[in-house]
């Protein structure tokens, strides 16, 4: 009897254990308030999750998300990651612009700004009645009054109102969808705001410091050359040796152009090293752009022209037309700083050399008269009688004979 009941005991603790597993996998665990799983928010910042069961406050960190859910960014930046490498990336943005997401198998940009990424796997999002399908790219979308749609890069199509846009939308290009819905005809070519979008210079730096440094270079080439001067076919074959090789590069592409000098020069040099179809289909293209309002960065990037090439070439033309060049014009292009000068100090300032004075004239000095000389007195003669010196003299004399006659002796009379 006793192994009978545990029998049943064990059996039944079988039957609970299981009855329990089975709840728990249908409805997960009770009281922990997590939804099915459909995306994860990888979240740098503060966000807010609102759905069915309610709204909830979370933090940095991975959050699960159900379909259904809608989110919003309230500080930092988060990315939604869907299934494959699809994924929205979320910021907070401005008051009033940050990313607002309802999760679903088709998201859907209820506000603010989203960069929607995609792989082979196809990514579709809808925002202000448009919806954007997206392949191997990348895409901005803004809504605020209407939905804006940016392509970045990779294959894309946008259908609003029950009108697809034709050919696609295709990189560097944008669309608006008012709140009609409805689709325009055509793209239009991507611009970029000022500042520039931090998700524009993520994707397009280069491009928008190349479009400053053509900008520039377009205005001063117009701005330096003559008023007079119009230029032909032989001279941008001269600044643009490259055209000297391009068949289709004649006065058909020119008339017609009316733009400044600096212009054309820019789109011929686009034209010219553009690695996109041939020379003539480039140059339409080209003109086309800007004539759409499109940056010659944009511009440029379009028609795959490398940057450091395009900006040799555009040096290069000017070097070979200084002697079109006009007077410099009184708002030039660039102000070069001014450079210093040393200068040597100033010596001090010499004194003035005191004044020469000279004494007033006077009357002549009276030279005195020459005076006789003297009457020069001479005492008696050796011979005279009376003489002073002869007392002294006649002794000294017979002294001397006698020594005189006694050497004559001595010597033989030699002396």
């Known amino acids: 009897m006793t192994g009978q009941r545990a029998v049943r005991l064990l059996g039944l603790l079988i039957a609970v254990v299981l009855t329990f597993a089975v709840v728990i996998t249908a409805t997960g665990v009770p009281g922990d308030g997590s939804p099915d799983r459909a995306a994860t928010l990888d979240l740098d910042g503060t966000a807010e999750i609102k759905g069915g069961g309610g709204a909830r406050r979370v933090q940095r960190g991975d959050h699960a998300v159900a379909d259904g859910e809608h989110i919003e960014l309230l500080s930092g930046d988060g990315v939604l990651r869907l299934s494959g490498a699809r994924a929205l990336e979320l910021r907070a943005g401005t008051p009033g612009a940050a990313s607002q997401v309802e999760v679903g198998a088709i998201p859907v940009v209820e506000g603010g700004d989203v960069l929607a990424t995609a792989g082979a796997e196809e990514l579709v999002v809808d925002s202000g009645g448009g919806r954007l399908s997206l392949v191997d790219g990348a895409a901005r979308i803004s809504l605020t009054t209407g939905a804006t749609f940016v392509v970045y890069e990779g294959r894309a199509g946008l259908t609003s109102g029950g009108r697809t846009l034709e050919g696609g939308l295709a990189p560097l290009r944008q669309v608006v969808v008012t709140g009609t819905g409805m689709v325009p005809l055509a793209a239009s070519p991507l611009r970029f705001a000022e500042p520039p979008d931090p998700w524009d210079r993520r994707y397009l730096g280069e491009a928008i ?139 001090p300032p010499l004194r003035p050399a005191p004044p020469v004075v000279l004494p007033a004239p006077s009357e002549p000095v009276p030279r005195p008269r020459p005076v006789a000389p003297p009457p020069v007195v001479t005492g008696p003669g050796p011979d005279d009688n009376g003489g002073v010196l002869e007392p002294v003299v006649d002794p000294l004399v017979d002294l001397l004979d006698g020594v005189l006659d006694e050497l004559g002796d001595v010597t033989g009379g030699l002396l």
């Open 209 to 347: 410091d190349l479009q400053a440094n053509l900008e520039r270079r377009s205005t001063g080439f117009t701005t330096l050359l003559r008023d007079d001067f119009t230029p032909d076919v032989f001279f941008y074959q001269t600044v643009l040796p490259g055209l000297l090789h391009q068949p289709s590069f004649d006065q058909t592409l020119l008339d017609g152009q009316d733009r400044p000098v600096g212009e054309m020069l820019v789109g011929a040099a686009v034209a010219l090293v553009g690695r996109d179809d041939d020379f003539a289909a480039r140059w339409d293209e080209v003109f086309a752009l800007r004539s759409d309002g499109a940056g010659w960065g944009i511009v440029a990037f379009d028609q795959d022209a490398p940057p450091a090439a395009l900006l040799s070439v555009l040096d290069g033309a000017v070097a070979r037309s200084p002697l079109l060049f006009g007077a410099p014009s009184s708002e030039p292009v660039f102000e070069p700083a001014p450079v210093p000068v040393r200068r040597r100090p100033e010596p």
